[in-house]
């Protein structure tokens, strides 16, 4: 069973920052990416930032030079460094991990609960 918990989500003022962390447990083989997505009420979930397993990131053009995804492996811990913080940032930010439970089995997406971000003054 692999599980994500998200945390340090909250609420910042316009031009803030805030570091996203999402823990990673369970039994996984291999992992071939890790993003983070997010979600307004009545809107579909977003993407917004991806690691794939060679290093590389892409991020949608909303975030790019603002928002920085990285990962700890000896912590098992994604994470999302937001700066610059716009009220448009405002939403739930998932954690995302795509991996393999065997080796060559299928690649499966686990998800975490989400943390709230909120961008006001």
């Known amino acids: 069973q692999v599980q994500l918990v998200e945390s340090g989500g909250g609420l910042v003022q316009p031009g803030g920052s805030l570091r996203l962390s999402c823990a990673v447990s369970?039994?996984?083989?291999?992992?071939?990416?890790t993003g983070w997505y997010r979600q307004v009420p009545g809107k579909q979930r977003e993407f917004v930032a991806v690691?794939?397993?060679?290093?590389?990131?892409n991020y949608v053009d909303s975030v790019k030079e603002r928002f920085t995804i990285s990962e700890d492996n000896a912590k098992n811990t994604v994470y999302l460094q937001m700066n610059n913080l716009k009220p448009e940032d405002t939403a739930v930010y998932y954690c995302?991990?795509?991996?393999?439970?065997?080796?060559?089995?299928?690649?499966?997406?686990?998800w975490g609960q989400g943390t709230q971000v909120t961008v006001s003054s």
């Open positions: 995302n991990i795509r991996g393999r439970t065997v080796p060559a089995g299928p690649l499966y997406d686990y």
């Open positions: 369970g039994r996984i083989f291999s992992i071939s990416a």
């Open positions: 690691m794939i397993s060679d290093g590389n990131t």
